[in-house]
T-cell receptor, first 110, second 113 residues
Framework: EDKVVQSPLSLVVHEGDTVTLNCSYE??????LLWYKQEKKAPTFLFML????IEKKSGRLSSILDKKELFSILNITATQTGDSAVYLC??????????FGKGTSLLVTP | KAGVTQTPRYLIKTRGQQVTLSCSPI?????VSWYQQTPGQGLQFLFE???????NKGNFPGRFSGRQFSNSRSEMNVSTLELGDSALYLC????????????FGPGTRLTVL
């Protein structure tokens, strides 16, 4: 059975802190891994990762994939209150189904 | 460019009824995927349509079905509603099939009483 596990489930940090969110997976026929941010609405796309070791970066957010160890991390530096959200990881498998993890709920306090 | 739109935004039904939800993708996008989101199970993939054909299907019973029209608009139907079908139903569109960058609509909140 395909599994996508995110950790931690929830996290509370102070503004300015750096956080690392984890996503590990056990799937057959891996194609790619996606990160999304969900506030009180629909998820918004952050990154798509297909190759190991290549960091994707967007402002204070960055992500990297390790296909040998079957995990990805999402880093957020200098966190701001606007980063508070649920961060979702999804793995695309052969046949193009997306398997989502349960998400990490991040709260950034002032 | 207009985003993904879903109608209705909120819906209340009773057990045993059926419901049809609609999704209009971003102009030019030909792939539409449907997801169910609940607090307990998180986001779960229902199915994906591309060029009016179902290309992939998640692990949901046959009561959940969908279709896509020639203009890429998609509908999802749930028959014989159960209490457990109460959820946020999200649709997402992308240019091509296959788990590429997807743009989500605001969702339809379905409550089954």
């Amino acid at each position: 059975e395909d599994k996508v596990v995110q950790s931690p489930l929830s996290l509370v940090v102070h503004e300015g802190d750096t956080v690392t969110l984890n996503c590990s997976y056990e799937v057959t026929n891996f194609r790619s891994l996606l990160w999304y941010k969900q506030e009180k609405k629909a998820p918004t796309f952050l990154f798509m990762l297909t190759s190991s070791g290549i960091e994707k970066k967007s402002g204070r957010l960055s992500s990297i994939l390790d296909k040998k160890e079957l995990f990805s991390i999402l880093n957020i530096t200098a966190t701001q209150t606007g980063d508070s959200a649920v961060y979702l990881c999804a793995v695309v498998i052969s046949g193009y189904a997306l398997n989502f993890g349960k998400g990490t709920s991040l709260l950034v306090t002032p | 460019k207009a985003g993904v739109t879903q109608t209705p935004r909120y819906l209340i039904k009773t057990r045993g009824q059926q419901v049809t939800l609609s999704c209009s993708p971003i102009s030019g996008h030909r792939s539409v995927s449907w997801y169910q989101q609940t607090p307990g199970q998180g986001l779960q993939f229902l199915f994906e349509y591309f060029s009016e054909t179902q290309r992939n299907k998640g692990n949901f019973p046959g009561r959940f079905s969908g279709r896509q029209f020639s203009n890429s608009r998609s509908e999802m139907n749930v028959s014989t509603l159960e209490l457990g079908d109460s959820a946020l139903y999200l649709c997402a569109s992308s240019l091509v099939v296959g788990g590429s960058e997807q743009f989500f609509g605001p969702g339809t909140r379905l409550t089954v009483l």
